[in-house]
């Protein structure tokens, strides 16, 4: 059987995913833990309910999304 575009990658560890971030440049394990624990915990899916294919890809939207979030957190507080 020939596969294809479905085919599901193997869910990460929390090694995986802490060796894929020093790679990346953050050393932070509880970062790591939370991004786990989290699709860990919804069973590797993404929001429209289909198994996650790349895990790599959606750990680094997960870091954009923290650094955004954190911009914003700190441009609200110099605001204030």
């Known amino acids: 059987e020939v596969c294809g575009s479905d085919e599901v990658a193997p869910t990460p560890t929390l ?4 060796s894929y971030s020093l790679e990346l440049g953050i ?3 509880d970062y790591c833990e ?5 699709y860990n ?3 590797w899916v993404n929001g429209s ?3 996650i294919t790349d895990w790599k890809s959606i750990f680094q939207n997960w870091i954009k999304k923290d650094k955004l979030l954190d911009k914003q957190k700190d441009e609200r ?3 204030s």
């Not at 090694?15 to 802490?18: G, N, Q, R, W």
């Open 15 to 18: 090694a995986d995913i802490t």
């Open 27 to 29: 050393d932070d394990k």
């Open 34 to 38: 939370k991004f786990y624990n989290h």
């Open 41 to 43: 915990g919804i069973n």
């Open 49 to 51: 309910g289909q198994k």
């Open 77 to 79: 507080i110099y605001l």
